[in-house]
T-cell receptor, first 112, second 113 residues
Framework: GQNIDQPTEMTATEGAIVQINCTYQ??????LFWYQQHAGEAPTFLSY????GLEEKGRFSSFLSRSKGYSYLLLKELQMKDSASYLC?????????????FGKGTKLSVKP | NAGVTQTPKFRVLKTGQSMTLLCAQD?????MYWYRQDPGMGLRLIHY???????AKGEVPDGYNVSRLKKQNFLLGLESAAPSQTSVYFC????????????FGPGTRLTVL
């Protein structure tokens, strides 16, 4: 089967660093995506990992370990506007044309 | 370049009524998707299309139909709405190849009474 787990909620302080973890079980893995979704809005693309290692993009970084079925999203220098849900999604070629399987999302609250 | 647009933004239906949600993209993407998002459930794929004239079932297709008559449009139909179909519906699209990043529309909030 396919399964993606991430924490339901997290709280962090403005200016701090927070790490949001995602573990997955899937067949035919072909990439992992992180999306940001503010309340009442559409998900927007943050990062993509297909090989092991760290991808850095400004204040956001994403890490992937395929052997462990594990990824994390690292947010540095947190700002109030980073309060949002963060969605982990895995793409596989398990008979669905490479569709994405989404986790349930992690709601991050940034406090002053 | 508007990206992915959805019509309508909000809708209230009575049980048994029908409606069609329209998704349009101006990025010349081959793939298009319809998702629903419910509290505590995450995004779930309803139907998808890999090109004009093609459609396929996703994870939760029951009660919905779709059509992709033109490359830029993907329609989602509810023939006989049920309260269980109360949800936020998102359309997404991506081009074939590369990272295949999906781009999402703004969503349609549907309530079925």
């Amino acid at each position: 089967g396919q399964n993606i787990d991430q924490p339901t909620e997290m709280t962090a302080t403005e200016g701090a660093i927070v790490q949001i973890n995602c573990t997955y079980q899937t067949s035919g893995f072909n990439g992992l995506f992180w999306y940001q979704q503010h309340a009442g809005e559409a998900p927007t693309f943050l990062s993509y990992n297909v090989l092991d290692g760290l991808e850095e993009k400004g204040r956001f970084s994403s890490f992937l370990s395929r052997s462990k079925g594990y990824s994390y999203l690292l947010l540095k220098e947190l700002q109030m506007k980073d309060s949002a849900s963060y969605l982990c999604a895995v793409r596989n070629y398990g008979g669905s044309q490479g569709n994405l399987i989404f986790g349930k999302g992690t709601k991050l609250s940034v406090k002053p | 370049n508007a990206g992915v647009t959805q019509t309508p933004k909000f809708r209230v239906l009575k049980t048994g009524q029908s409606m069609t949600l329209l998704c349009a993209q101006d990025m010349n993407h081959e793939y298009m998707y319809w998702y629903r998002q419910d509290p505590g459930m995450g995004l779930r794929l309803i139907h998808y299309s890999v090109g004009e004239g093609t459609t396929a079932k996703g994870e939760v297709p029951d009660g919905y139909n779709v059509s992709r008559l033109k490359k830029q449009n993907f329609l989602l139909g509810l023939e006989s709405a049920a309260p269980s179909q109360t949800s936020v519906y998102f359309c997404a699209s991506n081009k074939r190849g590369g990272t295949d990043t999906q781009y999402f529309g703004p969503g349609t909030r549907l309530t079925v009474l």
